[in-house]
């Protein structure tokens, strides 16, 4: 709600489909209370087919995600990935997929302390060449390790593997 929400008072920007299976075939405008006339549709492939838009913004979970963002790409749709929880291989088949449909997927931890920390620490494992990544999540979190610890790990691996030095006891 609050992304549909910011939407709409957006002024360089248009809402013109939404999804949301407990409020579909009502408005955007009865459920938030504001003037949009959109129709909430039950599923993305509903959302294909009856409206028209340039980029689906997905924020659901890393179950459905997935599926949502390969019907997009397979309509020729571009999309911004905000779900946690996909796993690399699946990102691979979505990167393949909107490469031969020449759409783009944007996808990661928009959470801008996130960015900030994945930058600096890229930025910093040039010159400290001892790192590690310790996450911390309650039990139950769907994607442990998180997307956002796979990220950083490739970002700092890029500058090689972390040299750990044991000093004697």
Known sequence: RLLAATIVKQPDLVLT?????????RTVGEVLSC????????SVAEAL???QFDVLVDYTSARSAFENVRLAVGGGVHVVVGSSGIPADQF??????AKARGVGVLHGNFAITAVLAQVFA????RYVKSWE??????DDKIDAIS???RELASRLAD???PHHAIGPD
Do not use: F
């Open 122 to 125: 890229a930025c910093a494992a």
């Open 133 to 138: 990544i310790i996450e911390y999540a309650h």
């Open 35 to 42: 003037d949009c006339d959109v129709k909430i549709r039950g």
């Open 17 to 25: 489909s939404a999804v949301a299976r407990s409020t579909a075939v």
């Open 147 to 149: 997307g956002t610890a």
């Open 49 to 51: 087919v009856q409206d």
């Open 159 to 161: 500058n090689g593997p």
């Open 92 to 97: 691979e088949v979505i990167d393949a997929e």
